[in-house]
C-alpha cells in the first residue's frame, strides 16, 4: 500500500514538473539571428553583408563529408593483456594486418584489445590504409610507462600534396566573398566534376600590413609576420562546371579580393595520405611522477597526413599535452564521444591542449576536458571550416578558441566552459601570435567571460547566443566582434551545425 502511495505521488510530482518547465518554456520566446533566418519552407536563408560575406556551411565536415557513417569494421585479429611485451604484441598485430589487402572500401579491419592493462613504453605506429585499433572501454587500458614526452598512437602516411604541373589557374572574380561556393576562372581547361583541387589565397605584404601584424609590440623573440609565410592552401572538390565558373563542395571561409593578391587553384595529388583509419573504446593513461612531471606521456593519440578517419569513445588521464592532436594534414576526421581527464605538466604555454585541430574539415563532438588550458583549440594557419560540437569544458585554466596565428572559419556550437572562449589580437604573446582567427562562429555558447574582436580587414567573427561576460580582452583599441543575444536563450536553431546539416542531407533527397 505504500508502495502505490509513493508511487502516485512521484506521477504527481513529475507532472507538476513537467507542467513548470512547459509553463517556463511557454514564456521564452524563440528567437533568430539577423545574419541567418530560417525561412518558411524550413531552410536557412543566409544574409550577406555589404560585400556578400556570409556566415559559412559548415555541415560538410569530419568522416566524408557527413555522406556516410562511420562503419562497424569487423574484428580480425584479437589480444589480450599479460604484462609481457604488449606494446610489441599491439604493433606486430598492426603490421601484419596493414600487409593484408583492403576490401572496397579501403578496410582491413579491426584489432580486439580485451579487458586489461596493456604497458607502452614508446609508441603504436598505424601507417597504412583501413586499420581499427578498438578497445572494450575503459576497462582496455593503455598505459604509456616510463619517461620521455611522447605520442602513445601515432596514426600517419607520408609525404605531402603536390601541384599537378600545368593545372593553376587564376581565380579572376576580384572579390570572393565568405561563405561562397562558386567563382570564375580564367581557363576550365584540363578540369572536370570531382577532381581535388587546392584553392589558393595568397598572403601579401599589404594584406600583412593591413592586418597590422607588421607592428606588434616587441616582446621576448617576437617575430613580425611576413606575408609569403601566410599562403593558404585550402582542400576542395569540383562539384560543377559551367562556363568558367567552377562549384566547390565547401565554401571560401577567407575572402579573396585584387588587391591583396586574389587567389589561384591548381589540381594536387596526396598519394602517402593514409584514410580509414580508426580508434575506439581505449582508456589511454600516463604514468607520471607529480603533479607538473614533464618527461612522460605528451599526446594520446596523434594523427597526421591521413583523412576520412575517426577516433571514437577514448579517454586519456594524465597526458602532459592532449587527448587527440591532429596535425596539419589531417583531413575529415571525426572525433566524438571522448574524454581529457587530469592532465599533468606545469600549468604554462604549450601544455594541455585537450583537443587540439591543426588540420581541416574536421568535426569534435561531445567531448569532455577537465583540467586543460586550451580545451578546444586550433593553430597556426588552421584551414577551415572545422567544427567543435556540444562539447564541455571544467575546471579551465586558460581559454577555448583559435589560439595563434591566424586560423580560419571555425565554428564553435553549444560549446560550455567555466573558463573563457576567445577570439582575439593576443599581440606579442608566444613569439608574436597576433590575430588569432578570422571568420570564426560561436554559436549558444556558455562561458565565464569573452572577448570577441574584428579583426582590421580579413573578416569578421561572431558571438550568437553567447552566454558569457563581455570583456576587451588582452589589447585594447581592437574593433569589438559581432555580439548578437548575448545572455539570450532560446536561439533558433540551437544548433547551426545540426541545421546546416540537415538542409545538406535534404537537398540530396
Same mark, same amino acid.
Given at each position: 500500500?505504500?508502495?502505490?502511495?509513493?508511487?502516485?505521488?512521484?506521477?504527481?510530482?513529475?507532472?507538476?514538473?513537467?507542467?513548470?518547465?512547459?509553463?517556463?518554456?511557454?514564456?521564452?520566446?524563440?528567437?533568430?539571428?539577423?545574419?541567418?533566418?530560417?525561412?518558411?519552407?524550413?531552410?536557412?536563408?543566409?544574409?550577406?553583408?555589404?560585400?556578400?560575406?556570409?556566415?559559412?556551411?559548415?555541415?560538410?565536415?569530419?568522416?566524408?563529408?557527413?555522406?556516410?557513417?562511420?562503419?562497424?569494421?569487423?574484428?580480425?585479429?584479437?589480444?589480450?593483456?599479460?604484462?609481457?611485451?604488449?606494446?610489441?604484441?599491439?604493433?606486430?598485430?598492426?603490421?601484419?594486418?596493414?600487409?593484408?589487402?583492403?576490401?572496397?572500401?579501403?578496410?582491413?579491419?579491426?584489432?580486439?584489445?580485451?579487458?586489461?592493462?596493456?604497458?607502452?613504453?614508446?609508441?603504436?605506429?598505424?601507417?597504412?590504409?583501413?586499420?581499427?585499433?578498438?578497445?572494450?572501454?575503459?576497462?582496455?587500458?593503455?598505459?604509456?610507462?616510463?619517461?620521455?614526452?611522447?605520442?602513445?598512437?601515432?596514426?600517419?602516411?607520408?609525404?605531402?600534396?603536390?601541384?599537378?604541373?600545368?593545372?593553376?589557374?587564376?581565380?579572376?572574380?576580384?572579390?570572393?566573398?565568405?561563405?561562397?561556393?562558386?567563382?570564375?576562372?580564367?581557363?576550365?581547361?584540363?578540369?572536370?566534376?570531382?577532381?581535388?583541387?587546392?584553392?589558393?589565397?595568397?598572403?601579401?605584404?599589404?594584406?600583412?600590413?593591413?592586418?597590422?601584424?607588421?607592428? #606588434?609590440?616587441?616582446?621576448?623573440? @617576437?617575430?613580425?609576420?611576413? &606575408?609569403?609565410? /601566410?599562403? +593558404?592552401? =585550402?582542400?576542395?572538390? %569540383? $562539384?560543377?562546371?559551367?562556363?568558367?565558373?567552377?562549384?566547390?563542395?565547401?565554401? #571560401?571561409?577567407?575572402?579573396?579580393? @585584387?588587391?591583396?593578391?586574389? &587567389?589561384?587553384? /591548381?589540381? +594536387?595529388? =596526396?598519394?602517402?595520405? %593514409? $584514410?580509414?583509419?580508426?580508434?575506439?573504446?581505449?582508456?589511454?593513461?600516463?604514468?607520471?611522477?607529480?603533479?607538473?612531471?614533464?618527461?612522460?606521456?605528451?599526446?594520446?593519440?596523434?594523427?597526421?597526413?591521413?583523412?576520412?578517419?575517426?577516433?571514437?569513445?577514448?579517454?586519456?588521464?594524465?597526458?602532459?599535452?592532449?587527448?587527440?592532436?591532429?596535425?596539419?594534414?589531417?583531413?575529415?576526421?571525426?572525433?566524438?564521444?571522448?574524454?581529457?581527464?587530469?592532465?599533468?605538466?606545469?600549468?604554462?604555454?604549450?601544455?594541455?591542449?585537450?583537443?587540439?585541430?591543426?588540420?581541416?574539415?574536421?568535426?569534435?563532438?561531445?567531448?569532455?576536458?577537465?583540467?586543460?588550458?586550451?580545451?578546444?583549440?586550433?593553430?597556426?594557419?588552421?584551414?577551415?571550416?572545422?567544427?567543435?560540437?556540444?562539447c564541455t569544458s571544467v575546471n579551465a585554466?586558460?581559454?577555448?578558441?583559435?589560439?595563434?596565428?591566424?586560423?580560419?572559419?571555425?565554428?564553435?556550437?553549444?560549446?560550455?566552459?567555466?573558463?573563457?572562449?576567445?577570439?582575439?589580437?593576443?599581440?606579442?604573446?608566444?613569439?608574436?601570435?597576433?590575430?588569432?582567427?578570422?571568420?570564426?562562429?560561436?554559436?549558444?555558447?556558455?562561458?565565464?567571460?569573452?572577448?570577441?574582436?574584428?579583426?582590421?580587414?580579413?573578416?569578421?567573427?561572431?558571438?550568437?547566443g553567447f552566454t558569457a561576460q563581455?570583456?576587451?580582452?588582452?589589447?585594447?583599441?581592437?574593433?569589438?566582434?559581432?555580439?548578437?543575444?548575448?545572455?539570450?536563450?532560446?536561439?533558433?536553431?540551437?544548433?547551426?551545425?545540426?541545421?546546416?546539416?540537415?538542409?545538406?542531407?535534404?537537398?540530396?533527397?
Open positions: 500500500m505504500k508502495e502505490k502511495t509513493y508511487i502516485s505521488k512521484l506521477k504527481a510530482t513529475l507532472s507538476l514538473a513537467l507542467l513548470l518547465c512547459f509553463i517556463t518554456t511557454y514564456g521564452q520566446e524563440k528567437w533568430e539571428s539577423q545574419y541567418i533566418k530560417i525561412q518558411k519552407n524550413g531552410k536557412l536563408q543566409y544574409i550577406p553583408d555589404e560585400q556578400g560575406n556570409i556566415i559559412p556551411d559548415f555541415s560538410r565536415v569530419g568522416y566524408h563529408q557527413n555522406t556516410k557513417p562511420i562503419p562497424k569494421v569487423n574484428t580480425v585479429t584479437t589480444l589480450s593483456a599479460t604484462g609481457e611485451n604488449d606494446q610489441q604484441k599491439i604493433q606486430q598485430a598492426i603490421d601484419d594486418l596493414a600487409k593484408k589487402p583492403a576490401d572496397q572500401n579501403g578496410i582491413r579491419g579491426a584489432i580486439l584489445l580485451k579487458k586489461g592493462e596493456y604497458k607502452i613504453p614508446s609508441s603504436l605506429k598505424i601507417s597504412t590504409s583501413g586499420i581499427v585499433l578498438r578497445g572494450e572501454g575503459d576497462e582496455t587500458k593503455l598505459i604509456a610507462t616510463g619517461k620521455g614526452q611522447r605520442k602513445t598512437i601515432v596514426a600517419t602516411g607520408a609525404g605531402k600534396a603536390i601541384e599537378i604541373p600545368n593545372s593553376r589557374t587564376k581565380i579572376t572574380d576580384p572579390y570572393v566573398p565568405v561563405g561562397a561556393k562558386s567563382f570564375e576562372i580564367a581557363s576550365i581547361a584540363g578540369l572536370k566534376v570531382g577532381d581535388q583541387i587546392i584553392v589558393f589565397r595568397p598572403g601579401t605584404d599589404n594584406w600583412i600590413k593591413d592586418l597590422k601584424m607588421d607592428q #606588434i609590440e616587441p616582446g621576448t623573440g @617576437t617575430i613580425q609576420w611576413k &606575408g609569403s609565410e /601566410y599562403n +593558404f592552401e =585550402f582542400e576542395r572538390i %569540383i $562539384t560543377a562546371i559551367k562556363g568558367n565558373t567552377i562549384f566547390i563542395d565547401n565554401p #571560401i571561409v577567407l575572402a579573396m579580393e @585584387t588587391k591583396y593578391g586574389g &587567389g589561384e587553384i /591548381y589540381k +594536387f595529388s =596526396f598519394d602517402g595520405r %593514409i $584514410t580509414e583509419v580508426g580508434i575506439e573504446n581505449l582508456l589511454l593513461e600516463s604514468e607520471f611522477a607529480n603533479e607538473i612531471d614533464e618527461d612522460h606521456g605528451w599526446d594520446a593519440i596523434s594523427f597526421n597526413r591521413i583523412a576520412n578517419s575517426w577516433i571514437s569513445g577514448v579517454t586519456s588521464k594524465y597526458f602532459g599535452y592532449s587527448c587527440v592532436n591532429l596535425g596539419n594534414d589531417s583531413k575529415q576526421i571525426t572525433v566524438k564521444d571522448s574524454k581529457c581527464l587530469a592532465p599533468k605538466s606545469q600549468i604554462i604555454g604549450g601544455r594541455r591542449y585537450s583537443f587540439n585541430n591543426d588540420g581541416q574539415l574536421n568535426l569534435f563532438v561531445n567531448c569532455f576536458a577537465s583540467e586543460g588550458r586550451h580545451d578546444y583549440v586550433t593553430g597556426a594557419k588552421v584551414r577551415g571550416p572545422n567544427v567543435f560540437l556540444n585554466k586558460a581559454d577555448i578558441g583559435p589560439h595563434h596565428r591566424l586560423a580560419v572559419g571555425t565554428l564553435f556550437d553549444n560549446i560550455t566552459t567555466d573558463g573563457e572562449i576567445n577570439i582575439q589580437d593576443r599581440g606579442n604573446w608566444g613569439t608574436g601570435h597576433g590575430w588569432a582567427g578570422i571568420n570564426q562562429v560561436i554559436w549558444n555558447s556558455t562561458a565565464a567571460k569573452a572577448a570577441i574582436q574584428n579583426p582590421y580587414v580579413g573578416g569578421k567573427n561572431y558571438a550568437i563581455k570583456y576587451d580582452g588582452r589589447l585594447k583599441g581592437r574593433l569589438e566582434g559581432i555580439w548578437e543575444g548575448q545572455n539570450k536563450k532560446n536561439l533558433n536553431p540551437s544548433s547551426l551545425y545540426l541545421k546546416q546539416v540537415e538542409d545538406t542531407k535534404s537537398k540530396k533527397l
